[in-house]
Nanobody
Framework: QVHLVESGGGLVQAGGSLRLSCAASGSIFSINTMGWYRQAPGKQRELVATIGTGGTTNYADSVKGRFTVFRDNAKNTVYLQMNSLKPEDTAVYYC???????????????WGQGTQVTVSS
């Protein structure tokens, strides 16, 4: 079994910062891409940021220049540093990891349980 455990969410004022962490554990052979999605009330889940094994990153236009995604491959952990937060960043943030559990298995996406980020105006 594979588990992704997130931490770091909370309540912050507009303009503030938060750092989210997501650690993958369990029977993992390798991890490819890791990243973050978010879902605001009444809206669809949307991509926030991704990072490949070599460090290549991809960001939603709405967070470029404010959010930074990075990872520690030795710890199977991905982070999301969020600066200059806005009320529209309020959402449940989910991390994911594209991984395989054995050398010969297929890759699949494993998801965290979600962490609430609330930005007050």
């Amino acid at each position: 079994q594979v588990h992704l455990v997130e931490s770091g969410g909370g309540l912050v004022q507009a303009g503030g910062s938060l750092r989210l962490s997501c650690a993958a554990s369990g029977s993992i052979f390798s991890i490819n891409t890791m990243g973050w999605y978010r879902q605001a009330p009444g809206k669809q889940r949307e991509l926030v940021a991704t990072i490949g094994t070599g460090g290549t990153t991809n960001y939603a236009d709405s967070v470029k220049g404010r959010f930074t995604v990075f990872r520690d491959n030795a710890k199977n952990t991905v982070y999301l540093q969020m600066n200059s937060l806005k009320p529209e960043d309020t959402a449940v943030y989910y991390c994911y990891a594209d991984l395989r559990i054995t050398r010969d298995s297929y890759n699949f996406n494993s998801w965290g349980q979600g962490t609430q980020v609330t930005v007050s105006s």
